[in-house]
């Protein structure tokens, strides 16, 4: 593309680059990144993108095997995955073994015996993407164990088809628009906040950032923003957002405090709730704890969930004041206050990370049908403001094609995502998941590509043990991650700044351009498959006969056949970037969520079995689950502050998403480097927290409970509430002997519990823990440098 303003000097080359942190111009000289500028049409880009200017640093050079496994086999000394030395092998060899590997695997276990989910973000290119290309090659290679659901709204995904009828990420689109927020909302109340940093990202590719200047002109028009959570500063300081400190957790005990409030002072709206809702009866009994009987006893079935649920004690404002740590009379005059003003209901999908998971967002449903305001302009119900990008903004995503990906096939069993540990440690055992009874399967090789599970996955000490079971695992990673290390055969892959591709940027198409040749010998994730393929006797069906770069021009003329008035190849890859346009429309910037429903409920009812929004699921209710009852409801969760496990551990841990890197992406990179404290991540507690514990601003700590341990560096803010302490997640998992995560990965402390036997979710968000001074000489960080290498000339 032409050198736009900015470019400095004449070999400066500008190229663009699409992340799922927004789009950039990034110049280079000579293959190294001189510059990274935020894209022309983004208002506010994140600084994330400066990450890009570390993609040579800490790669993976060359295949390398575990020395152990290239010694002795498949399943050799699996107790060495992340101590033993890599021996560096040619990529003949490498392709050899691997190919060798899986035909073993597949006619001795089958192919259910393959675990490929691979779950990750991975590349934004939408032919690069390393998990599609693995889905395709697996389904060509007649299929493997698979994966459902996401660690980010597993459990709201699995809600909301009882709820509403749709799915969850369909329901994301229709989001009433900030344009609508600023006209008629007077209350926002955000369950989770609204944390700024969280918006510059959204799956796939992100695009101009707007999220700020939304929040912003809300603000501005009068919009009351009211942030009940941990952190005050979830929302940014110039929102003047009004802090609601709640213990983590609690969240449906405070909505069942207001619900109960707004029913016994006569503020629900019994018209919009006899009319589109089914099942309130059956709600309201519960609230006012009327006794089983009451609530479920027209209930033929068997009721399992009748043990986990208190059906006898009221939900009061004193009840909910005692297990949210919130005064009686704030719960009791912010019930009034919504009912009085025109009040959208929002939650973050942090309120769903959590034990029980379904139920947040359900009640919060309820809560907003109680108020009655549902598909009213700037009142109702709405999810994922300040959780993904531009949210609201009238902008979604045009429907960019990727590679093509077969369908699955109906042998190999699918697991719920976040199921991993217990997949490896409970092989052919049952499991309950969505009304489902699956068996796991006997699991003997693991593949991934484009995802971190020992940075995604709960209660790492103990995946790292299961993680001991399979034979072989084959790892496809650019850089020397924490997954990478604990692999047998780690094949390096490049960067998306080592290729050519197109980014789908929401509404945007981006030509994203190689500034370099791939490092050392790291090839392509689509090179790498291929000759696999190749290798395995179906080459041709994998490539089409293609290049990657023929792939990238396919992959557009389909989007062009679509849209006739896209520019031509050759000019889309010379602007560097072109419009989907028409396709912006798909987000009406003035649309109301559920508006159409409200006004015709008869004419256009839901997709639910009653066609209304459903406060009582007979579905639910037939799976007979202990821990998913057929209506929202409290549960107490494994453990709480002032509940569970409080007594031992009595601070909750947030692990929430890191500002400065996407997840572990280049946490060994500058930006994120330049965060953290004597080394390490840091973790910030309140003055009253540190001071009890003689923590001072700087210290090395420990945290720790009976799961695991980690160091971090302190810095002590009143920002977040005396009882939390945060912990971004993203820390390169850097296990000492006993376990001690010396980097400050929080996934040593958090519990492997589905949310429940419906969503079987990640419960990252209910963690106690302790923290303590760490005094004495801190251990060093070795995760940032590579393992130990046995480089390729001397094997
Ligand atoms: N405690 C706690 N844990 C959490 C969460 C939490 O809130 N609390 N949040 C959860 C959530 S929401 C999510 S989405 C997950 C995220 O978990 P992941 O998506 O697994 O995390 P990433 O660090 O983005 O991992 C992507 C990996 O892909 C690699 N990669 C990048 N580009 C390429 C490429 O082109 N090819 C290949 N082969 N590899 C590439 C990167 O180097 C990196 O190792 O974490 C979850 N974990
Ligand atoms: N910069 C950056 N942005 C990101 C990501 C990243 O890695 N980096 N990851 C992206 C991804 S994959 C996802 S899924 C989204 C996730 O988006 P979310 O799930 O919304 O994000 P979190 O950061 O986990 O949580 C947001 C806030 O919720 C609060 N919180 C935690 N637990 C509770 C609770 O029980 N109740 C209440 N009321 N509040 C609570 C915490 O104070 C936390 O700061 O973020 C995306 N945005
Ligand atoms: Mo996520």
């Known amino acids: 593309m032409s050198a736009p303003d900015g470019a400095t000097a004449p070999d400066v080359r500008t190229t663009a680059m699409g992340t799922h942190f927004g789009s950039f111009l990034v110049d280079s000289r000579d293959g190294e990144v001189v510059a990274v500028r935020g894209h022309p049409t983004d208002p506010e880009p994140s600084h994330l993108g400066e990450s890009l200017r570390h993609f040579a640093e800490n790669r993976v050079m060359r295949p390398a095997v575990r020395q152990s496994w290239l010694a002795d086999g498949p399943g050799a000394a699996t107790h060495l ?13 490498a392709l050899d073994l691997v190919a060798a590997e899986l035909t073993r695997v597949r006619d001795d276990h089958g192919n259910s015996s393959i675990f490929g989910g691979s779950y990750g973000w991975g590349s934004a290119g939408r032919f690069g993407l390393a998990s599609s290309q693995q889905h395709r090659f697996m389904r060509f290679f007649g299929g493997c164990t698979d994966q459902k659901g996401t660690y980010s709204s597993a459990a709201a995904e699995a809600i909301f088809p009882y709820m509403v009828g749709t799915s969850y990420h369909g329901g994301l689109a229709r989001q009433t628009s900030w344009s609508v927020i600023c006209e008629h909302t007077e209350l926002f109340v955000c369950f989770g906040g609204m944390r700024a940093s969280n918006s510059h990202v959204t799956y796939g590719g992100q695009g101009p950032h707007h999220h700020n200047d939304w929040v912003a002109r809300a603000s501005k028009t009068g919009v009351q923003f009211v942030n009940v959570g941990p952190l005050r500063d979830d929302f940014d300081k110039s929102a003047d957002a009004r802090w609601l400190p709640i213990r983590p957790g609690t969240d449906v005990a405070l909505m069942a405090g207001i619900i109960h409030t707004l029913v016994t002072d006569g503020l629900a709206d019994e018209d919009f ?3 589109r809702c089914h099942g309130w009866d059956r709600l309201r009994a519960h609230l006012l704890g009327e006794g089983f009987a009451a609530a479920c006893g027209d209930w033929r079935g068997p009721a399992p969930w009748a043990s986990a649920v208190d059906y006898d004690t009221p939900k009061s404002a004193q009840w909910a004041a005692e297990v949210t740590g919130i005064e009686a009379d704030d719960i009791v005059s912010l019930a009034h206050e919504m009912a009085a003003k025109r009040t959208l209901v929002n939650l973050s999908l942090s309120t769903q990370r959590a034990h029980h998971g379904e139920q947040p967002y359900w009640m919060a ?16 119900y709405a999810f994922s403001f300040g959780t993904q990008g531009n949210t609201g903004a009238g902008q979604t995503r045009a429907r960019i094609p990727g590679l093509p990906v077969p369908m699955r096939q109906p042998g190999p069993p ?8 217990e997949m490896l440690e409970r092989p052919l055992e049952p499991y309950d998941f969505d009304g489902r009874r699956g068996r796991f399967p006997d699991i003997r090789l693991v593949y991934w590509s484009g995802g971190n599970p020992f940075h995604h996955h709960q209660d790492l000490n103990r995946l790292m043990r299961a993680w001991r079971r399979p034979e072989t695992i084959v790892v496809q990673e650019p850089f020397w991650s924490p997954v990478a290390r604990r692999a047998d055969i780690v094949l390096s892959a490049t960067t998306p700044l080592e290729r050519n591709d197109i980014g789908g940027a929401e509404t945007m198409l981006i030509a994203m351009a190689a500034v370099a040749e791939p490092v050392g010998e790291s090839r392509d994730d689509y090179w790498i498959f291929a000759h696999l393929a190749e290798r395995l006797g179906f080459g041709e069906q994998f490539t089409e006969g293609r290049t990657a770069d023929e792939w990238v021009e396919v992959i557009y003329e389909i ?20 419009m989907a346009p028409g396709k912006a429309l798909m987000g009406e910037p003035t649309q109301v969520y559920l508006d159409a429903f409200r006004a015709d409920p008869e004419g256009k009812p839901l997709r639910t079995p009653s066609g209304r929004i459903e406060l009582w699921s007979e579905t639910i209710a037939g799976y007979g689950y202990d821990d998913c009852p057929p209506h929202p409801a409290w549960m107490e969760p494994f453990e709480r502050l002032g509940g569970a496990g409080s007594d031992r551990w009595p601070l909750h841990l947030v692990s929430n998403q890191p500002r400065a890197r996407l997840h572990s992406q280049y946490d060994h990179a500058a930006p994120s480097q330049a965060t953290k404290v004597a080394g ?4 910030r507690m309140h003055p009253a927290t540190a001071a009890a514990r003689g923590i001072a601003d700087g210290d090395v700590v420990r945290l720790y409970n009976d799961r695991g341990a980690c160091l971090a560096g302190a ?15 993203g820390a390169w998992y850097d296990p000492a002997a006993d376990g001690t995560c010396r980097a400050g990965n929080p996934n040593t402390l958090t519990a492997d519990v589905g949310t429940s036997r ?4 990640p419960s990252a968000h209910t963690c106690l823990v302790e923290v303590e001074r760490y005094d004495g000489e801190p251990p060093p960080v070795e995760s940032y440098s590579p393992p130990e290498i046995i480089p390729l000339t001397q094997s």
């Open 365 to 380: 449903l309820a809560l907003a049908c109680v108020l009655g305001q549902v598909g009213l302009p700037g009142g109702g």
């Open 715 to 729: 810095v002590v803010d009143d920002s977040v509430m005396p009882e939390a302490v945060q912990l971004s997640t």
């Open 758 to 761: 419906l969503a079987q979710g």
């Open 414 to 421: 699918t697991i719920a995502v976040s199921r991993i540990t």
């Open 273 to 275: 709730l006899a009319s």
């Open 680 to 683: 390490r991540e840091p973790v």
């Open 559 to 578: 989007h062009r056949a679509a849209d006739p008035q896209a520019p031509t190849y050759e000019e889309f890859r010379a602007e560097g970037y072109a």
């Open 81 to 93: 995955r992340g101590d033993d030395p890599f021996v560096e092998i040619d990529w003949d060899t």
